[in-house]
């Protein structure tokens, strides 16, 4: 159902979230925790970072960083940032797939598209954290209601974890 793209994308953001820190993961780090060829995790961390979902830093401190709190991150946030899903425009039954109608078959099946992406909506990123990693709290103080900040916009404020003492 996913393309190795959207996979990837998951799998990178999942490793970002939990090695959270205040420095960034650098690619090869995340190429080889996650078996992501090296190469394909570029574009797709780059396709991240375009979408404000991570962000990147060069230099000897550098890599990347989540951009977006876990805790408001959902999986279509982070597949329609590489590879969006795609819903049934027309039919192709009709001639040159022009009928401004969609045929039955074409209803159900973007009906049950709508159904996968309405679960994946659903699905935050910080959810997966918690029941798959016994580290406690891993991005810093929790989820929390997201306090007023001041005049940045939500994608340009960086997602900075708590570092524990």
Same mark, same amino acid.
């Given at each position: ?50 979408? *404000? ?6 230099? $000897? ?5 989540? @951009?977006?709190?876990?805790? /408001?991150?959902? =999986? ?20 040159? *797939? ?6 039955? $078959? ?5 009906? @049950?598209?709508?159904?996968? /992406?309405?679960? =994946? ?20 103080? *929790? ?23």
């Amino acid at each position: 159902m996913l393309s190795k793209t959207a996979e990837y994308a998951l799998q990178a953001i999942v490793c970002l979230a939990t090695e959270a820190r205040e420095t960034g993961l650098r690619t090869e780090i995340i190429a080889k925790s996650t078996h992501i060829p090296p190469s394909y995790l570029v574009k797709v961390l780059d396709l991240l970072a375009r979408s *404000g979902i991570t962000q990147s830093q060069r230099g $000897l401190y550098g890599g990347y960083t989540l @951009a977006t709190n876990p805790c /408001e991150l959902t =999986f279509l946030d982070v597949i329609n940032a590489v590879d969006p899903i795609r819903r049934v425009q027309h039919c192709p039954v009709h001639e040159n *797939g022009s009928s401004e109608q969609l045929c039955p $078959l074409q209803v159900a099946i973007d009906r @049950a598209i709508g159904a996968v /992406e309405k679960e =994946f909506a659903s699905v935050r990123l910080s959810s997966l954290l918690d029941a798959s990693n016994s580290k406690a709290q891993i991005w810093g103080g *929790g989820c929390h209601k997201e306090q007023k900040h001041s005049a940045k916009s939500k994608k340009a404020r960086s997602y900075k974890p708590k570092t524990s003492r």
